[in-house]
């Protein structure tokens, strides 16, 4: 099973974009999927999950109001919708799953996912 991230690019500040992550296999029905941004030299950090199991859907602090998170069952992606981007936002993007289930509360931490794709960047200019 493989993710393939893919919408990064640049824009300028207030634009903007729509992250897709595809996946080869039935992965977005069995646990979290979610996003996460790493820049260089810096821990990846958590953007925003969605449970596919509860339905929940929860956002980092720094994104929320701006960037929605949404699957596509019959495509089987999962999409981020980023608006509003400011600067700050600049990072690589990289969709992650987790095969089953996992409580709430560690749905932030990256290693609790199995599968990743391979980062889309995004670069916001001021």
């Known amino acids: 099973v493989q993710l393939q991230a893919s919408g990064g690019g640049l824009v300028q500040a207030g634009g903007s974009l729509r992250l897709s992550c595809a996946a080869s296999g039935r992965i977005f029905s069995s646990g979290p999927v979610a996003w996460f941004r790493q820049l260089p030299g810096k821990e990846r950090e958590f953007v925003s999950v969605l449970d596919t199991g509860g339905g929940n859907i929860y956002y980092a602090d720094s994104v929320k109001g701006r960037f929605t998170i949404s699957r596509d069952k019959a495509k089987n992606t999962l999409n981020l919708e980023m608006n509003n981007l400011k600067p700050e936002d600049t990072a690589i993007y990289y969709c992650?799953?987790?095969?089953?289930?996992?409580?709430?509360?560690?749905?932030?931490?990256?290693?609790?996912?199995?599968?990743w794709g391979q980062g889309t960047q995004v670069t916001v200019s001021s």
């Open positions: 992650a799953a987790r095969n089953g289930r996992i409580i709430t509360s560690y749905m932030n931490r990256a290693e609790v996912y199995d599968i």
